[in-house]
């Protein structure tokens, strides 16, 4: 069976699309490589990246939430994604989130499957402070280092297991995206629609 979702690009959509790719993926229902769009297409329209290729450019694939809670939300290993509603409004924009739920950590996600997640954070934390002891170097340098490969762990158990561009937990970064976005939401079922 193949899965096609919507895949588009979300910025520069005042630009018309100047160039044509497949994309790379690592999921089992790729084979990975995504070459097989809606309206049949077998390559996606694009724009030219900025800075010289290296600039960074933004695509959405939209109703994968969904394909993931019907699988049961731990497909992959991925978990449940965010979700947010958005409603119809009468604000400048005519639409507004209404709620905003983060998915689910890789923590939790391990956990669904019968791992410990506090067990696994212990024992690589025991490695990385072994290897940095039978490394050498300075006391100093090897606790400032030792402190960065913890951090870094603990940001993966707790973060989402989705890609994101910055260190930030995903409700924090959902959260700072819609505010960015001038718009508010209301945790509750039951509160009205917020606008900006």
Known sequence: MIVLFPIVPIHK???RPGARGVLSDLTCDSDGKIDKF???????????????GGGRYFLGMFLGGAYEEALGGVHNLFGGPSVVRVSQSD????????????GQS?????RAVQHEPEIMFQSLKHRAEKLMHTKGGGEDEDDEELNNVVACLDRSFN??????????????SLSAAISNLGFSYSDEDGFDYLSA
């Open 38 to 52: 809606i309206g049949g297409e077998s390559s996606l329209p694009l724009h030219e990246l900025d800075g010289g």
């Open 106 to 110: 890789s923590a939790d996600v391990l």
């Open 159 to 172: 973060n989402m297991p989705y890609l994101a561009t910055e260190p930030a937990s995903m409700s924090n």
């Open 91 to 102: 604000g400048p924009h005519s639409f507004a989130v209404t709620r905003a739920m983060p």
């Open 13 to 15: 959509l005042d630009q």
